[in-house]
């Protein structure tokens, strides 16, 4: 009976150990992995606009992670695509024009804009023929651009501030680079694009620039938008990524010449074009977001969009009102990082 007791305990013992070091294992291969399995998935669309591409310069340097955060970029060229994606559940969030949320397909869910990333302030403008001087001098003219996208709003933006209906324009539809190339063979007498296109488009023709984005208290707007479900499920990550922003922000401020050259060769170009194209955005530090969210600008300007768009219907776009301004997780991003 004493050898059989003896047995069991020795039996027992060992599975105890077994487990000991089996736990063991596992804590160690945590902590060697640096906190790693503790870091938050969170997928974001974006394309290659200069506004947005500075977060890419935070996933290089490590600054999500810092936050927590395993953050994965899915560029797009298309930017009812990378909206669409989010709608649908296939990422969590976007950087994206307000324009191109207000377009949004219908879905089973409601777009959300939770921060303000960038405003245009003269990246984005109209070039014109030697024999227009001024947005005025548009008046029964031809003048390409991309209907439904930025550059449509942007000609409507320039047209309402000079007193100018949207049909006293013929709008031929062309993207930017076709848009150059109309000009430069006199078969319109504007093209409306963004920078560098612009300058050098007009340059090319012998024009100039008739209008920029810094003209105006521009409505152009780009934004960090989500939908309805991803605030209320990750609203932990949502808050994070916004500090992370801040982060970046500080950053461009502190030591561009750094973040420039990080984000020129992952968005391959030089570090000069950037940092040219980048002057022309205001960015979205926290004075502008609280300007944009508490201020109530965020929401004029939504209204603003609206209402030029349904003025010019040729886009052919169902415009969304239900397009939800939300400042929950922005203010708590704030409110921590200020901290």
């Known amino acids: 009976m004493l050898a059989l007791m003896n047995s069991a305990r020795k039996t027992f013992g060992l599975i105890a150990l077994t487990l000991i070091a089996l736990l063991s294992s596992l804590l160690i291969k945590s902590c060697?992995?640096?906190?790693?399995?503790?870091?938050?998935?969170f997928?974001?669309?974006?394309?290659?606009?200069?506004?947005?591409?500075?977060?890419?310069?935070?996933?290089?340097?490590?600054?999500?992670?810092?936050?927590?955060?395993?953050?994965?970029?899915?560029?797009?060229?298309?930017?009812?695509?990378?909206?669409?994606?989010?709608?649908?559940?296939?990422?969590?969030?976007?950087?994206?024009?307000?324009?191109?949320v207000m377009q949004v397909d219908p879905a089973g869910d409601k777009p959300v804009v939770m921060m303000v990333v960038d405003?245009?302030?003269?990246?984005?403008?109209?070039?014109?023929s030697a024999a227009?001087?001024?947005?005025?001098?548009?008046?029964?003219?031809?003048v390409s651009t991309k209907l439904g996208t930025v550059t449509h709003l942007i000609l409507l933006e320039a047209l309402k501030s000079n007193q100018l209906k949207p049909t006293d324009v013929e709008i031929v539809?062309?993207?930017?680079?076709?848009?150059?190339?109309?000009?430069?063979?006199?078969?319109v007498?504007?093209?409306?694009?963004?920078e560098p296109l612009l300058s050098n488009t007009a340059k090319a023709v012998g024009g100039k620039v008739i209008h920029t984005t810094a003209d105006v208290d521009s409505i152009v707007i780009d934004?960090?938008?989500?939908?309805?479900?991803?605030?209320?499920?990750?609203?932990?990550?949502?808050?994070?990524f916004i500090e992370t922003w801040f982060d970046t922000i500080q950053a461009v401020e502190t030591k561009p010449q750094e973040v420039f050259t990080s984000v020129a060769k992952q968005t391959k170009q030089t570090v000069e074009a950037f940092t040219e194209d980048y002057k022309g955005l205001k960015k979205g530090d926290i004075a502008m977001n609280n300007r944009m969210f508490t201020g109530g600008r965020l929401q004029e300007a939504s209204k603003l969009t609206s209402e030029l768009l349904r003025e010019d219907p040729r886009h052919g776009r169902i415009i969304r009102d239900d397009v939800e301004i939300n400042a929950v997780p922005l203010n708590k991003a704030i409110a921590n990082w200020k901290a």
């Open 173 to 187: 539809d062309a993207s930017n680079d076709r848009g150059a190339e109309l000009l430069k063979k006199g078969e």
């Open 132 to 142: 227009i001087k001024t947005p005025k001098d548009l008046r029964g003219q031809k």
């Open 43 to 100: 997928k974001v669309g974006m394309n290659s606009w200069p506004g947005y591409a500075i977060a890419l310069y935070a996933k290089e340097a490590g600054l999500f992670k810092k936050r927590g955060l395993d953050v994965e970029f899915v560029r797009f060229t298309n930017q009812q695509d990378n909206i669409r994606a989010t709608m649908r559940g296939s990422q969590d969030a976007s950087f994206v024009p307000l324009w191109e």
């Open 223 to 240: 934004t960090l938008a989500s939908r309805s479900s991803v605030v209320n499920s990750k609203q932990d990550e949502l808050v994070s």
């Open 32 to 41: 060697t992995l640096g906190g790693e399995v503790a870091l938050k998935p």
């Open 119 to 128: 405003i245009s302030a003269g990246s984005d403008g109209i070039a014109a």
């Open 189 to 194: 007498s504007a093209a409306v694009m963004w």
